[in-house]
């Protein structure tokens, strides 16, 4: 039996929340997976009720489970997520961009994913004031966090189907220390991986190059702050932010959340895209096969995967990729592919 943490969030977070706990239990149920959800309140409705974004109870409930699937958070975003990263060390952000069918992107065939450092750069929340007119914050870049997430990269390299290529992109040109530090240790971990093709480049080549020809990315890896941006940028290339899901991955646990925000312009009208947190619990299962080898998690996540494809080669979408179906409409269409 899987205790899985399941945190509904701000925003479009409720609603897409619900659309996916209809999938995950229509794939439970048809492949007879033992799944346990503990309702973990956190974000601005938890601080708004308890004076915490995330309360003592709902830290304990998410130490009791096996992995943790959330919904975007609004404004005490950095007070649950960003926290939760650096306190569980789920040192690695997933964030795959790839074409869907029916779904209209800026080119065809993209299938990359972006490999975010998610500890450290100027997330470690280490802000100042110098007087009342200058503030610094500042970039923190260790080797043991560089060396991880680029031995996670190549390992990812390795095990897809892809094109088999690694780009490191920061700034070395400009920040040498830090990005320096970031750019010496991809070149360290690329030579222990001789059939990975590798390059490096500069953040602001990347983020024009992902509009120009993302069909010839395959693994990025990247420090924490390019990694978010660009995996926007890469969302919107194949057609939508609600179509990007993320993992963070630690060494003994992981969370599963879309890679978008709270999205308030449409909270509350049934129109939010569900996939992206759908997609998301697709990780999930493949975390679990892969964590627990667990052939039916494994089973479940192709399933969720094959049947998310289905449904928008029928033109059922939200209308952020165009369609004029509800958050609903496209989750129980889901869940009719997956019975
Ligand atoms: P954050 O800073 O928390 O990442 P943000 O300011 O980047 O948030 P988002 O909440 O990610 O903003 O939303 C950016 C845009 O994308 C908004 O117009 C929003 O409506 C749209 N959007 C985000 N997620 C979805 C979704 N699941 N379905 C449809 N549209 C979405």
Not at 48 to 56: K, N, T
Not at 80 to 94: E, F, G, H, S
Request: include cysteine.
């Amino acid at each position: 039996m899987y205790r899985v943490a399941s945190i509904e969030g701000d925003g479009i977070g409720p609603e897409i929340s619900r659309a996916t706990r209809l999938v995950l239990n229509a794939v439970n149920t048809r492949l007879g997976i033992r799944m346990e959800f503990m309702d973990v309140e956190a974000g601005d409705s938890a601080l708004a009720r308890y004076g915490r974004a995330l309360p003592e109870k709902s830290l304990e409930m998410i130490r009791n489970s096996h992995v943790c699937i959330k919904a975007p958070i609004g404004e005490s975003a950095a007070d649950v997520i960003v926290y939760l990263r650096r306190l569980l060390d789920l040192y690695a952000n997933i964030r795959p961009a790839k074409t869907y069918p029916g779904v209209r992107g800026l080119k065809d065939g993209i299938d990359l994913i972006i490999v975010r450092e998610n500890t450290e750069d100027v997330y470690s929340g280490l802000e100042y004031d110098i007087g009342s007119d200058a503030k610094i914050a500042i970039k923190v870049t260790t080797r043991k966090a560089c060396m991880r997430i680029a031995e996670h990269a190549f390992r990812i390299a390795e095990a897809r189907k892809g094109k088999r290529s690694v780009v490191a992109v920061h700034k070395a040109n400009l920040l040498r220390k830090t990005d320096g530090l970031f750019a010496s240790c991809c070149n360290e971990v690329a030579s222990r991986h001789p059939s990975i093709r590798f390059a490096h480049m500069y953040v602001d080549a990347c983020a024009m190059n992902l509009i120009r020809n993302p069909e010839e990315f395959d693994v990025i890896v990247t420090m924490n702050m390019y990694g978010d941006i660009l995996s926007d940028e890469a969302a919107q290339v194949i057609g939508s932010l609600g179509l990007a899901p993320s993992a963070n991955v630690g060494d003994e646990y992981a969370i599963f959340e879309p890679a978008h925000g709270s999205a308030p312009d449409i909270a509350g009208k049934g129109i939010a895209n569900p996939l992206s947190l759908i997609l998301s619990a697709g990780m999930m299962y493949e975390w679990l096969a892969r964590r627990y080898s667990d052939v039916k998690c494994a089973e479940a996540s192709k399933l969720i995967e094959a049947s998310v494809c289905n449904v928008l080669s029928k033109g059922i979408a939200t209308p952020d990729l165009g369609g004029k179906s509800s958050t609903d409409d496209v989750a129980y269409a889901i869940v009719e592919e997956i019975r």
